[in-house]
């Protein structure tokens, strides 16, 4: 980025971020609309309470500010790349993401797509990505050099459905056959469902019970009250049955 790209950016992040809500209603309606192939991906669960919509575009700001000295959010970009690592997020996604947010932030300004802020904003985004994208090409290598590891989903039979005293414990088993990797006390993998009656997925991350078991996991699924439809946890407790298949994740540290 030239030191000319970094001002422009540093001086709108102030207005940005005051119209906040604007900027990621926006983005994800865009995107949404253009790739409607991303509500697989996206938990739709959470987009209705606002949360997760606002920490992605929360998290391109914190960054634009920082732009000079972006080892001040290396926390952030573990914590990013372990639960995008954790949902499958493909390195191509980032040009979608970059798009539409780049139209978002000429819309809430009020600037031409063509205008030199924009290609500062742009410069600025793919140096993030390209950052996010390096870290999380090396924990899918690790996630699949493990031994019993994978990256990516891979299929599991639900097994087991047990009562506890406040949740039910779901077991899965491996489809292939093949070991799985051990998972430490307080990993979490993602586990994707199907959207009943919809042509849809969603994942959702819960916390692993360790176990001995060299060909399966357990979890813990607590009802959700406040869930819409598309809550993995409701959607596992009223319609997934033993012998159903779900996909998972591989486990990771929170
Ligand atoms: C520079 C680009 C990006 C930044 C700064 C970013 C930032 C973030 C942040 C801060 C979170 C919240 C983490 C948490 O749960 O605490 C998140 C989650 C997530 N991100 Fe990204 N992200 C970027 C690109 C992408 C791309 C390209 C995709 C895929 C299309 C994506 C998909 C997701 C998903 C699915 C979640 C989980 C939220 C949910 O459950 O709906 N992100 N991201």
């Known amino acids: 980025m030239t030191p000319q790209h970094i001002e422009l950016v540093k001086s709108t992040v102030p207005v940005l971020r005051e119209n906040g809500v604007a900027l990621t209603t926006y983005f994800y309606q865009r995107m ?9 991906v996206f938990n739709l669960d959470h987009q209705s309470t606002g949360r997760q919509p606002r920490a992605l575009a929360a ?12 080892s001040v959010l290396a926390k952030a970009i573990e914590h990013i790349t372990t639960k995008h690592v954790s949902l499958d997020i493909r390195p191509e996604q980032y040009a979608i993401v970059g798009e539409n947010l780049l139209h978002s932030i000429s819309e809430v300004l009020d600037v031409p797509m063509d205008a030199e802020l924009i290609a ?6 793919f140096q993030l990505a390209d950052i996010l994208i390096g870290v999380e090409k090396q924990k899918y290598e690790n996630l699949a050099a493990q031994n019993g ?20 414990r779901f ?9 799985v990797a051990q998972a430490e006390a307080g990993q979490y993998v993602s586990v994707k469902v199907k959207v009943p009656a919809q042509d849809l997925e969603q994942a959702q991350q819960f916390t692993l019970i360790p176990s001995n078991s060299a060909q399966s996991y357990s979890f813990e699924v607590r009802a959700e009250e406040n869930g819409t439809e598309f809550s993995v946890a409701n959607i596992l407790l009223s319609h997934y049955n033993v012998g159903d298949v779900v996909k998972l994740s591989a486990p990771l540290n929170r």
Do not use: C, M
């Open 32 to 40: 949404l609309n253009n790739h409607p192939e991303l509500n697989n």
């Open 59 to 70: 998290a391109v700001l914190a960054y634009a500010e920082h732009i000079e000295n972006p």
């Open 120 to 125: 500062a904003w742009k410069a600025a985004y």
């Open 149 to 168: 590891g994978w990256a990516g989903w891979r299929e599991f039979k639900i097994s087991a459905i047990e009562n506890t005293e406040t949740a039910k």
């Open 171 to 179: 077991t899965v088993t491996t489809q292939d056959g093949q070991d």
